[in-house]
């Protein structure tokens, strides 16, 4: 099957910066999701974004289908960006999606 | 409701026990999905409804686990015999087909 690899896997950073999450997959997908998962457990959607560009507010995220990665920019971190990112992609298009690890973001006041 | 919902939110049983996870997805949604989540992971696949059937049922880990979605709409995990190794967080997700999936809150299981 696909295999999904997300990094850092962990990231440290001061209120007020800026950073850049990545997802690389092994192969061709139909579908790719950005979520985050809150200290509660809930996955929150960000972006479905199987190519191109989107922003929302301060996140942003850019997908290169043909080089098989995705990259989620976050701008001007808040205490309430902490938690664990997942990128999830789905080769088939049937919806059933492959998660990476994660990247667990911590932001300090 | 506005989202999906899960019953119950913590379920706590005796290994050997019988127990049903339940779903509710979006309001019109025909696609339906079970995850698992362990401590430290992304979720990982089980299984996977269009309608009322099974579309994939690839990543129940074995003949213990079970689900079914008779009316298209709620669907119920059913695991017999549990084991220590259930212990996890049960997602469900919902979509319309193709389309970007929308996650509950999740059960966390624990299985002593």
């Known amino acids: 099957g696909i295999q999904v690899e997300q990094s850092p896997p962990d990231l440290i950073l001061q209120e007020g910066a800026n950073s850049t999450l990545r997802c690389n997959f092994s192969?061709?997908?139909?579908?790719l999701q950005w979520f985050h998962q809150n200290p509660w457990g809930q996955l929150i959607n960000l972006f479905y974004i199987p190519s191109g560009t989107k922003q929302n507010g301060r996140l942003s995220a850019t997908t290169v289908a043909t080089e098989r990665y995705s990259l989620l920019y976050i701008s001007s971190s808040q205490t309430t960006d902490s938690g664990v990112y997942f990128c999830a992609v789905d080769d088939t298009n049937a919806g059933k999606s492959t998660f990476g690890d994660g990247t667990t973001l911590t932001v300090k006041p | 409701g506005a989202g999906v919902s899960q019953t119950p939110s913590n379920k706590v049983t005796e290994k050997g026990k019988y127990v049903e996870l339940r779903c509710d997805p979006i309001s019109g949604h025909t696609a339906l999905y079970w995850y698992r989540q362990s401590l430290g992971q992304g979720p990982e696949f089980l299984i996977y409804?269009?309608?009322?059937?099974?579309?994939?049922d690839s990543g129940l880990p074995n003949d213990r686990f079970f689900a079914v979605r008779p009316e298209g709409s709620v669907s119920t995990l059913k695991i017999q015999r549990t084991e220590r190794g259930d212990s996890a967080v049960y997602l469900c997700?919902?979509?319309?087909?193709?389309?970007?999936?929308?996650f509950g809150p999740g059960t966390r299981l624990t299985v002593l």
């Open positions: 192969d061709s997908v139909n579908n």
């Open positions: 997700a919902s979509s319309l087909m193709g389309t970007e999936q929308f």
């Open positions: 409804f269009q309608g009322t059937g099974a579309a994939d």
